[in-house]
């Protein structure tokens, strides 16, 4: 169940003009400043959309489904498993991945209460309702009542452990491989993996 | 002393908005603060804990006001300012 968004108020608007208006004149001033240029931007912004997939989550999750070797290297270390598959994880600085899997009785929740910490090389750009006041604040508190909100739900015996991210070390949940999906090829399990199935917000 | 931007277990933030088939930037100047910041960073002009510390040193009024990237702008253009990228010494 998605909330419908309300037209942005007119406030809102004139912040967004606002604040265009300002990255105008930063980056005018920098480029004049020899720092950077409209170039390199640009450059920046299309290198950043052609690596930060979710795909890359969902291809480590599809080869830990069916290769036990590769899942009990993840689960160990899941830096030196993502490079196995050619996925670098260093995207401003090192971070670590750590890689919580699911399982019977077992569900887990990524969140970052302080700002919005996350793997992009392997999710994608980060949507906004994860880097919101109202999922950062309520997911520590009340995780059953965010699945809720995303129409998930787990069972009352299903213990749920939510990860506080931070900027050295980011988190992805490993979900359980569905049942019926035993004569599925790799390709056609990486396309059952959802980005919200990698932030544990959905089941897989 | 938590800040403002310590935001797990508090109240009052929800509900929560969830938009379908969400573009990854919302405005063209949104992506260009975020490769602003990559650029930055990656020059050395500073690093990413001083990016974090910038953000979360925002007045509490200001930063919920701040949309997200507005936030990434408010810290880039301090820090840009305290680290004297933009230096011009008067003549």
């Given amino acids: 169940m998605s909330h419908v968004h309300e037209e ?3 406030s809102a608007h004139e912040s967004s003009a606002g604040a265009a208006n300002r990255v105008k004149s930063l980056v005018a001033a920098l480029e004049a400043a020899s720092v950077l ?23 480590i999750v599809a080869r830990a489904w069916v290769d036990p070797g590769f899942r009990e290297r993840l689960l160990a270390d899941g830096n030196a498993a993502a490079a196995e598959l050619g996925i670098d994880l260093a995207h401003w600085a090192p971070v670590r991945l750590r890689v919580v899997a699911n399982g019977p009785g077992r569900h887990n929740l990524i969140v970052c209460t302080l700002c919005s910490c996350y793997p992009l090389a392997l999710l994608g750009p980060s949507p906004t309702w994860y880097k919101s006041e109202a999922y950062r604040s309520q997911a520590v508190r009340d995780p059953r009542g965010i699945l809720a909100e995303f129409g998930t739900h787990v ?17 992805l949940v490993l979900p359980e491989r569905p049942a019926g999906t035993e004569l599925l090829s790799e390709a056609e399990l990486e396309a059952l993996v959802t980005r919200n199935g990698l932030i544990g917000t959905a089941l897989v | 002393m938590s800040r403002v931007h310590d935001m797990g277990g508090q109240h009052g933030f929800g ?30 002009r500073y690093t990413l804990d001083e990016f ?3 953000v979360e040193a925002m ?3 200001d930063y919920l006001a701040a949309s997200y990237y507005e936030r990434w702008l408010h810290a880039i253009e301090t820090l840009v ?6 230096d011009v010494r008067p003549g």
Wanted: net charge negative.
């Fill in chain 2, 15 to 44: 509900p929560l908005a969830i938009e379908s088939d969400e573009p990854p930037f919302h405005h063209e100047w949104e992506a260009r603060v975020f490769a602003l910041n990559r650029l930055l960073l990656r020059s050395g």
């Fill in chain 2, 81 to 86: 300012r305290e680290k004297g990228v933009l």
């Fill in chain 1, 8 to 10: 942005p108020h007119a």
């Fill in chain 2, 59 to 61: 007045p509490p009024a």
């Fill in chain 1, 155 to 171: 069972g009352a015996d299903v213990e749920i452990t939510v990860w506080d991210s931070t900027a050295e070390v980011r988190y």
């Fill in chain 1, 37 to 59: 240029t409209e170039r390199q931007l640009d450059e920046a912004i299309e290198s950043f959309l052609a690596h930060a997939q979710p795909a890359n989550g969902a291809r």
């Fill in chain 2, 52 to 54: 974090r510390a910038a």
